[in-house]
């Protein structure tokens, strides 16, 4: 009797673990590359790779939310505004990368301190996440630091 159940199982086993999906429906989002340091007439550049299961990303959308990491005050309002981008349209594929680039005078805050000597460079990171056509969203992936200078 053990003598057919050992292979048995062992067939079931590997049967299940052949039978496992290398995506899930859940779309991923990893960061790849950034900018570290981005000049007053530059772009931000942030390169993703996602992964879907379905490969349902495309004509969907990215949100992505840029967060200040100065400790000094900025001129105005600290928080930004979370923005939506329409992803073009693609062939369907489970995973790719995504190339972002961001105009430097939109996420550029200016720094109230007039105090000879210190610089008004701003330090950033950005959140992202990425949504499906079935609704199905990603985890937040977020960038290394990125400097906007001021210069």
């Known amino acids: 009797m053990i003598r057919i159940l050992v292979p048995a199982l062992l067939i079931l086993t590997v049967c299940y673990a052949c039978s496992k999906d290398k ?3 859940k779309p991923s989002l990893e960061v790849l590359d950034e900018s570290s340091i981005v000049p007053r007439d530059g772009q931000i550049y942030v390169r993703l790779k996602f992964t879907d299961k379905e490969g349902d990303i495309a004509r969907d959308s990215i949100w992505y939310l840029p967060e200040l990491l100065n400790v000094r005050r900025p001129v ?6 979370p923005v939506k981008d329409p992803l073009p349209d693609f ?12 105009d430097h005078f939109l996420y550029y805050k200016e720094i109230a301190d007039n105090t000879p000597g210190h610089d008004k460079n701003d330090t ?8 499906d056509r079935a609704g199905n969203t990603s985890d ?12």
Do not use: C, H, N, W
Not at 124 to 131: G, M
Not at 140 to 151: F, P
């Open 140 to 151: 937040t992936a977020i960038s290394g630091q990125i400097v906007l200078l001021d210069q």
């Open 91 to 102: 062939p369907d594929k489970s995973s790719g990368e995504i190339e972002l680039r961001l």
């Open 124 to 131: 950033i990171r950005i959140r992202f996440v990425l949504q």
């Open 23 to 25: 995506y899930k429906t």
């Open 76 to 81: 105005g309002p600290r928080e930004y505004i």
